[in-house]
């Protein structure tokens, strides 16, 4: 494989001072049916959410708000279109379990609902162009989970991209087909999103933790980087 590379653009870090984000890089993991403990620490997770929580003061929350700032200043309503965060928060408080998916995509929501950050995962055992999170041009393709038609995001917003292929819209609002983490993905990266308040150094707890989780469940190898406006870009290649 050649040597790709993990970028943020510097229009990000302009425009959202503070901004980090976390990439948990796991190669080698053996992904699975979630075993029960591991469906019950998604359970609990969602208890502490019904703990920290409330239906009607949701918005206000600083780990909620944060997100629709962001997402109003580059044009998408936060009441149409929700980080992931906020959706899976809502889908919780009304009461309704998350379904188990596979033991990957179950780590990255029990630790997403713990500390309340928006936190998507990635198969990159399908990669073969560098990623990068900038803001878009308006002509890259997106074809959303479970869906076959093809879209454009709008110039400005934030998007997570291989290439012109956008792998998400809108920051941490809905991801593609493409990379989507199935029983057979054998690497994965996670990506922690940390505005503020969410500091850099928790971040780098939810990364270190997330690996713990990895290796007790999927085992592989497993390393983190933070991206920041100090480092914009890390390897991809284990």
């Known amino acids: 494989m050649s040597e ?5 653009a510097e229009e990000v870090f302009g425009q959202f001072p503070g901004y980090v984000r976390g990439v948990v890089l796991a190669y080698g993991v053996k ?6 403990d591991l469906i019950m620490l998604l359970r609990e997770a969602e208890a502490h959410v019904r703990d920290q929580l409330s239906k009607d ?6 780990r909620i708000s944060s997100w629709r700032e962001a997402f109003r200043s580059f044009g998408a309503k936060p009441g149409k279109y929700r980080s992931s965060i906020e959706a899976m928060a809502r889908r919780v408080l009304n009461n309704n379990e998350l379904p188990s998916i596979n033991a990957l995509v179950d780590i990255g929501n029990v630790l997403s609902l713990q500390y309340l950050v928006p936190m998507g995962g990635h198969a990159i ?3 073969k162009q560098d990623l990068v999170l900038r803001p878009a041009t308006g002509k890259e393709e997106f074809v959303p989970f479970g869906s076959e038609q093809v879209e454009h995001p709008n110039p400005g ?9 956008i792998l998400t819209r809108r920051w941490s609002w809905r991801q593609a087909n493409h990379t ?21 150094s928790e971040v780098e707890d939810i990364c270190q933790e997330a690996m713990r989780l990895i290796a007790r469940f999927c085992g ?7 991206l920041s406006h100090r480092n914009t870009r890390i390897k991809l290649n284990q």
């Open 125 to 127: 055992d399908v990669i």
């Open 180 to 200: 989507l983490v199935l029983p057979e993905t054998a690497a994965i990266e996670f990506n922690v999103d940390g505005l503020p308040p969410v500091s850099g």
């Open 220 to 226: 592989g190898q497993m390393r983190y980087e933070i």
């Open 4 to 8: 790709l590379f993990y970028s943020i």
């Open 157 to 165: 917003e934030i998007i997570f991209v291989e290439g012109n292929t």
């Open 57 to 62: 003061e949701i918005t206000n929350h600083p």
């Open 31 to 36: 992904n699975r049916e979630s075993p029960l």
